[in-house]
Nanobody, 121 residues
Framework: QVQLVESGGGLVQPGGSLRLSCVAS????????MGWYRQAPGKQREKVAT???????SYADSVKGRFAISRDNAKNTVYLQMNSLKPEDTAVYYC???????????????WGQGTQVTVSS
């Protein structure tokens, strides 16, 4: 089995920073794209940022210049550094990864359980 476990969420004031981490564990041969998504109450889940295995990032327009995604392939970990946080960033943040479990090319998509980020004064 494969598990994605997020950490680092919490309550922060507007303008503050948080760093999220997500560790993938279990039967893993390699990990392709990893990313962060978020879902606010009453809204659909949306992409925040993704990163390819080689390190190429992609960001939603709403977070460009404020958030930075990175990964450590040796640790099967993806990070999201969130700066200049705004109340509208409040949401449950989910980790996502495309994982190969064996040498075969089949890729499986996995989600973490989510971590709450609340931006409020």
């Amino acid at each position: 089995q494969v598990q994605l476990v997020e950490s680092g969420g919490g309550l922060v004031q507007p303008g503050g920073s948080l760093r999220l981490s997500c560790v993938a564990s279990g039967s893993i041969f390699s990990i392709n794209d990893m990313g962060w998504y978020r879902q606010a109450p009453g809204k659909q889940r949306e992409k925040v940022a993704t990163i390819m295995r080689g390190g190429t990032p992609s960001y939603a327009d709403s977070v460009k210049g404020r958030f930075a995604i990175s990964r450590d392939n040796a640790k099967n970990t993806v990070y999201l550094q969130m700066n200049s946080l705004k109340p509208e960033d409040t949401a449950v943040y989910y980790c996502n990864a495309d994982i190969r479990k064996t040498v075969l090319p089949a890729v499986h998509n996995y989600w973490g359980q989510g971590t709450q980020v609340t931006v409020s004064s």
